[in-house]
């Protein structure tokens, strides 16, 4: 029974602790990138030119994504402010990471343009409505 037990609890912390693989280091990093640009456009405390930058939400398995992260990079207003700098930077670290370490793990299942300019999000649970 002890031995089942140390088996298990072993495991658990094995799984806990196993490298992130290819696919969940894009993922993980765009969604951190999609939400970092959430928060700057809605920071009070930016920079005029944050308003005119590309629209920034990202999606790994639609082809677009490449060509939208490339010119969110090359934007060339907003260098001056450094939350931007360094969201540009991981944009930067995603592309290559999607362009040459995984581009054989990585599965483009669309490539509509249109849905990463105006994303179809998932609908809001009525308890946050309400509250």
């Given at each position: 029974m002890l031995l089942?037990?140390?088996?298990?609890?072993?495991?658990?912390l094995l799984?806990?602790?196993?490298?992130?693989t290819c696919y969940s280091r894009m993922l993980s990093l765009s969604k951190e990138i999609t939400?970092?640009?959430?928060?700057?456009?809605?920071?009070?405390?930016?920079?005029?030119?944050v308003e005119m930058l590309p629209r920034l939400?990202?999606?790994?398995?639609?082809y677009c994504v490449l060509a939208k992260l490339r010119d969110f990079v090359a934007y060339p207003r907003c260098e001056r402010v450094l939350e931007v700098s360094e969201l540009k930077e991981k944009a930067r670290s995603l592309?290559?990471?999607m362009i040459s370490y995984c581009r054989?793990?990585?599965?483009?299942?669309?490539?509509?343009?249109?849905?990463?300019?105006?994303?179809?999000?998932?609908?809001?649970e009525p308890s946050i409505i309400e509250s």
């Open positions: 089942s037990l140390i088996a298990l609890l072993s495991a658990a799984a806990n602790t196993a490298p992130p939400e970092s640009f959430k928060e700057l456009q809605t920071s009070k405390a930016v920079d005029s030119c939400y990202l999606d790994i398995h639609n592309y290559t990471i054989r793990d990585l599965v483009f299942l669309t490539d509509d343009c249109s849905t990463l300019e105006n994303p179809i999000l998932p609908p809001v």
